[in-house]
């Protein structure tokens, strides 16, 4: 009897156990069912966010594009921007006949300015990092420069010091655009005036913000002091690496994006004409240069893809409803 009462207890207690094991399994599977839908969601709302990042992309260059005929003349101004500096330098009488230019630059400004003063009669010296890209430096020695190295360690700020030296030893002039009001001055008499004209509609701009990448801090110092007397309609935005943000007063460090974001503040950097610094990382910029050439055949280069991210990111996020975006430079393709 007393037998037959513990195998009768031990049968519920195992009924009840197999009861419990079916309930957790069915919570767990409930549960499990709960955290796939969320990751479902989450995917579905990454996929919207790149998806809707990417139409603002377009919606950016489609604006552009479609100012793209009034603003030919932006176009034709800054081609010729590296020769007004040598046409500017010998008007203030800074640059006499024959004599060497030195600076301290290795992308599209110093393949214009190698141009610009060997058409003038003026040699042209560049002083680079010695780990400036091999392309880079193959190019700018076919179209005419000299180079000189300075230690890579020491970065931009070690070339301007080389370059300084060496102008004050050889008697070469030394143009210094990070520090040197000539350039400003071009955008404040050529490109800022070009911009306005090309965008200005009955009195009111086409516009609600130029978007301009900040290397020497010359072209938005110069162009966003042309709009600020000209509008407050129109916001200025800097851009700049999100890995070296020296205009928002961040963190500074190496980064991916050539002719934007030296680690410092230039001294052409005018503040006041700001109104918005946007920081794009490396990966988006090479991202945007990448998009633009597949779907518009423009070889733009990673600085120009970070100024157009940063005009789909304003955008984006509302800043903005109609954004020209100011390209800094194109691709260099070695076909010399």
Do not use: C
């Not at 890579?152 to 050889?170: I, K, P």
């Not at 890995?243 to 001294?267: K, R, W």
């Amino acid at each position: 009897m007393l037998n037959k009462e513990f195998e009768i207890a031990g049968d519920k207690e195992l009924a009840d156990t197999k009861e419990w094991f079916f309930r957790e399994n069915v919570r767990l599977a409930e549960e499990k069912e709960l955290i796939f839908e969320e990751r479902r969601k989450l995917e579905h709302e990454f996929r919207i966010k790149h998806d809707t990042l990417d139409k603002k992309i377009s919606i950016a260059k489609l604006k552009i594009v479609q100012l793209d005929e009034a603003t030919k003349l932006v176009e034709k101004k800054l081609a010729a921007l590296e020769e007004e500096y040598v046409h500017l330098a010998i008007e203030k009488n800074k640059l006499i006949s024959g004599q060497p230019i030195i600076e301290a630059a290795s992308g599209p400004f110093a393949a214009a300015l190698t141009l610009a003063g060997l058409t003038a009669g003026h040699p042209v010296v560049l002083v680079m990092p010695e780990d400036a890209p091999a392309l880079r430096q193959e190019t700018l020695l076919r179209l005419g420069a000299q180079i000189r190295h300075s230690p890579a360690r020491s970065g931009v700020n070690g070339a301007r010091r080389l370059a300084a030296q060496t102008a004050a030893a050889n008697g070469w002039y030394y143009m210094d655009w990070l520090a040197n009001d000539d350039n400003p001055e071009y955008h404040r008499r050529v490109t800022g005036p070009a911009i306005v004209q090309s965008i200005a509609r009955e009195g009111k701009s086409a516009v609600d913000a130029i978007v301009i990448g900040v290397g020497s801090g010359g072209t938005v110092t110069g162009v966003g002091e042309t709009i600020k007397a000209w509008t407050n309609d129109v916001r200025i935005a800097a851009v700049e690496p999100y890995e070296s943000q020296a205009l928002g007063g961040g963190l500074t460090g190496p980064h991916g994006i050539s002719d934007l974001g030296y680690g410092f503040v230039p001294e052409n950097f005018n503040a006041y004409v700001v109104d918005n610094v946007v920081a794009v990382n490396t990966t988006d910029a090479q991202r945007a240069a990448q998009k633009v050439l597949r779907t518009d055949a423009i070889p733009a280069s990673v600085a120009s893809g970070a100024v157009l991210q940063a005009a789909a990111q304003l955008i984006h996020v509302g800043a903005s409803r109609s954004a020209l975006a100011i390209l800094p430079g194109r691709q260099i393709v070695n076909t010399l």
